[in-house]
Nanobody, 118 residues
Framework: QVQLVESGGGLVQAGGSLRLSCAAS????????MGWFRQRPGKEREYVAV????????GYLDAVKGRFTISQDNSKNSVYLQMNNLKPEDTAVYYC???????????WGQGTQVTVSS
């Protein structure tokens, strides 16, 4: 069973930056797509950014385009989310996820809290 371990959350002021990391215990066909989802207070979980292992293609939630960047390090089985110009509305628990495709993300990390103060 593939496991995902996240790190990098915390408290930051608006306009600041954070970098989230997610390490997979292994890369298989079941982790071809990895990415980040978030659950804001009182909201449903939403997709933030994904990256495809095989070709490096990426996708972003419109609200984070231009501010967040997803990347991967094949040698470390890891993906990263660089978050710049953070806003209070980015406050959420951020989850790393993996799956065969974006619609079948079925492996989840434990979540990491990101809090942006105004």
């Amino acid at each position: 069973q593939v496991q995902l371990v996240e790190s990098g959350g915390g408290l930051v002021q608006a306009g600041g930056s954070l970098r989230l990391s997610c390490a997979a215990s292994e890369r298989t066909f079941s982790t071809n797509v990895m990415g980040w989802f978030r659950q804001r207070p009182g909201k449903e979980r939403e997709y933030v950014a994904v990256i495809t292992w095989s070709d490096g293609s990426v996708g972003y939630l419109d609200a984070v385009k231009g501010r967040f960047t997803i990347s991967q390090d094949n040698s470390k089985n890891s993906v990263y989310l660089q978050m710049n110009n953070l806003k209070p509305e980015d406050t959420a628990v951020y989850y790393c996820a993996a799956g065969r495709g974006v619609a079948t993300m079925n492996i989840w990390g434990q979540g990491t809290q990101v809090t942006v103060s105004s």
